[in-house]
C-alpha cells in the first residue's frame, strides 16, 4: 500500500478527530523535505505532528497540550485561533483573491497596509518612512534590501558602494542573498556563500566576547568599533550598508549593551552608509514597539519586516524605505527590475490590516512594554539561580538563558554533551516548546500571553532545567 492511501484527504482532516499519527509520519518522510531537518534523523525519529491550536497552546497527534513558548517560529504575535484574521482572509478571498502588483496595476488592502506601515512606523531623528516595498518572506525582503542598496548607490554615481556588512551569528533568511548576509557558518558551508561583497565582523555578545571585568557599556562600544575597523579596512567608498538585528533573534537572543546601537549609529553617520534594521523578529510589538529601532532609537534608512505583520496567519513580508532611499529610487530611477509574483497579494494585506487592527484594539503592543514585558523580565531573571544557568535575561517578550557546567567560572559544556538539546527534548516532553541555540535556550511567546500563563511557563522552565539537571548528574556531565 503505497503512503498516500493510509490517511484521509486533508478537507476530511477536523480538530475534533483522530490522528493515525504513523500514517502522517510516513507520510511525511516519504514525500516533505522539511526547513533545517535531518532527514536521516527524521525518518527514524518520525515528526511531532501538530494538529491544531489556541490561544498560546498547540496539540500534537497524540493529545499533547503544548504550551508554545516560541509563537510558532516568532510570528505567533496576535496568538492562535483568531477568528477575525481567518474571517478577513476569507472575505478577501471571495472579493478578490489575486491579483499582482506589476504593470502599475494595484489592490486595496495592499494600497491601505502600506499608508498604515507608514503611519505606525516613527519618525527618529527627522527620518521618515512613507513607503513600503511587499514580498513574502523575511528572506525575500533582504535580497529585496541588496537589490535597492547597490540600486541606490547605483543611482547616485558611486556603482563602486557594492560591499554589505553583517555580523557573525545574525540570521537574515535563507535564500542565497539572505543566507549570504546572515553569518550562520553552517549556512555558508552548504552552497559557496556568502556571495560576493558581503562580508561580516563579530556579534556584540558580552558572555562570548567580553574582555575579563570589562563592563557591558565597554563592551558595547568596543563591539560596536569592530563596525569601524571594518570600514576602514575595505574602504568606506566600497560600502554599501551595515544590516543587523536590533536584537538577533536565531542566534540565540543576543540583546547588545545600551552603548552598542548609539555607537553604531555615529559611525554609519560619519562615513555616510545606510544602516538596515532587520526586525522580521523584532517588530509588531515583540520588544513593546511597533518596529525596534524607536525602542533603541536609531535611524535606519531600510527596515526589514515579516512574520508579526500577519501573526503568521498568511506569509506576507516586506521593506520599509526611508525617504532618503525612496527619493533616489523615485526621482532618478526609472523602472525598478525587482519584484514577486505576490507582492502586495491582497489576501495577505487584508490579514495584516486585521492583525494590526486587533494589536492596537486590544492593547498588545503597549501591554508588553508596560506589564507583561516587565513581568516576564522579573520572573525570567529567576532563572539565574538555577545551577545551571548564567545570563538569563530578556528583552520584552524574547529571553534566552545559557546553560554552564560551573556557574562561578561560566565553563561551558563540552560540545558533544549537547546539553542544549537535552534541556529542549526534556521541555518537549514536558508541555512546552523552547528553542535551543547551542548551549542557549530562548523563547518568544505570543503577546496575549498574560501573566498566569507567563507564571505557567515559568514552572515549566524550572521543572525542565531540573530534569536536565538530573539527568547531567545521572550521565556524569555533573559532579
Not at 37 to 47: E, F, I, M, P, Y
Not at 180 to 205: C, F, K, N
Not at 229 to 257: C, N
Not at 303 to 311: E, P
Request: charged share 20%.
Amino acid at each position: 500500500m503505497k503512503p498516500s492511501t493510509l490517511i484521509a484527504p486533508p478537507a476530511l482532516v477536523r480538530r475534533a478527530e483522530k490522528h493515525d499519527t504513523k500514517a502522517i509520519q510516513a507520510l511525511d518522510s516519504a514525500h516533505f523535505i522539511h526547513p533545517f531537518t535531518d532527514h536521516g534523523d527524521l525518518a527514524t525519529r518520525g515528526s511531532r505532528v501538530i494538529t491544531h491550536a489556541e490561544n498560546i497552546y498547540i496539540w500534537d497527534s497524540e493529545g499533547h497540550k503544548i504550551l508554545d513558548a516560541m509563537s510558532g517560529l516568532w510570528c505567533v504575535n496576535a496568538g492562535y485561533g483568531r477568528k477575525e484574521l481567518a474571517d478577513a482572509g476569507y472575505q478577501q478571498m471571495m472579493t478578490l483573491p489575486f491579483y499582482n502588483s506589476f504593470f502599475q496595476t494595484t489592490n486595496v488592502p495592499a494600497v491601505q497596509l502600506a499608508a498604515k506601515l507608514a503611519q505606525l512606523a516613527p519618525e527618529v531623528g527627522g527620518r521618515k518612512f512613507e513607503h513600503v516595498f511587499f514580498s513574502s518572506s523575511g528572506s525575500e525582503s533582504n535580497d529585496t534590501n541588496v537589490r535597492m542598496v547597490r540600486r541606490y548607490w547605483d543611482l547616485l554615481g558611486q556603482p563602486q558602494r557594492k560591499v554589505i556588512i553583517s555580523r557573525n551569528n545574525a540570521y537574515h533568511g535563507s535564500t542565497m542573498a539572505g543566507a549570504s548576509l546572515g553569518g550562520m557558518s553552517g549556512m555558508h558551508a552548504q552552497g559557496d556563500l556568502p556571495i560576493p561583497d558581503i562580508v561580516h565582523i563579530e556579534q556584540p555578545h558580552h558572555f562570548e566576547h567580553a574582555h575579563p571585568g570589562e563592563s557591558q557599556d565597554a563592551f558595547g562600544l568596543r563591539a560596536a568599533r569592530w563596525l569601524e575597523e571594518k570600514i576602514l579596512s575595505i574602504g568606506a567608498d566600497k560600502i554599501a550598508a551595515f544590516i543587523a538585528e536590533p536584537v538577533q533573534g536565531a542566534g540565540g537572543v543576543i540583546i547588545p549593551p545600551a552603548t552598542y546601537w548609539p555607537e553604531i549609529q555615529r559611525i554609519v553617520d560619519k562615513h555616510g552608509i545606510l544602516l538596515i534594521s532587520d526586525e522580521v523578529i523584532c517588530a509588531f510589538g515583540r520588544l513593546g514597539h511597533w518596529f525596534a529601532y524607536e525602542k533603541f532609537g536609531y535611524k535606519p534608512d531600510l527596515v526589514t519586516f515579516a512574520k508579526g505583520v500577519t501573526s503568521g496567519y498568511v506569509p506576507l513580508g516586506g521593506v520599509m524605505v526611508g525617504d532618503r532611499v525612496a527619493k533616489v529610487l523615485i526621482e532618478k530611477g526609472g523602472e525598478f527590475n525587482h519584484g514577486y509574483t505576490y507582492s502586495g497579494h491582497p489576501v495577505a494585506c487584508a490579514v495584516a490590516l486585521a492583525n494590526i487592527e486587533l494589536l492596537e484594539r486590544e492593547g498588545l503592543v503597549a501591554r508588553v512594554k508596560d506589564d507583561t514585558g516587565p513581568y516576564l523580565a522579573e520572573r525570567f531573571a529567576e532563572l539565574n539561580k538555577h545551577p545551571l544557568v548564567v545570563g538569563a535575561e530578556s528583552c520584552g517578550f524574547v529571553a534566552g538563558l545559557m546553560l554552564v557546567k560551573n556557574k562561578a567560572t561560566q565553563q561551558p559544556f563540552d560540545e558533544g554533551v549537547g546539553v542544549g538539546m537535552r534541556c529542549r527534548a526534556h521541555c518537549f516532553n514536558s508541555g512546552l516548546i523552547m528553542r535551543a541555540v547551542g548551549d542557549r535556550m530562548i523563547i518568544a511567546p505570543p503577546l496575549v500571553m498574560t501573566r498566569e500563563q507567563i507564571d505557567e511557563m515559568m514552572a515549566l522552565i524550572k521543572r525542565c532545567l531540573d530534569l536536565t539537571e538530573s539527568e547531567l548528574r545521572l550521565v556524569g556531565e555533573l559532579g
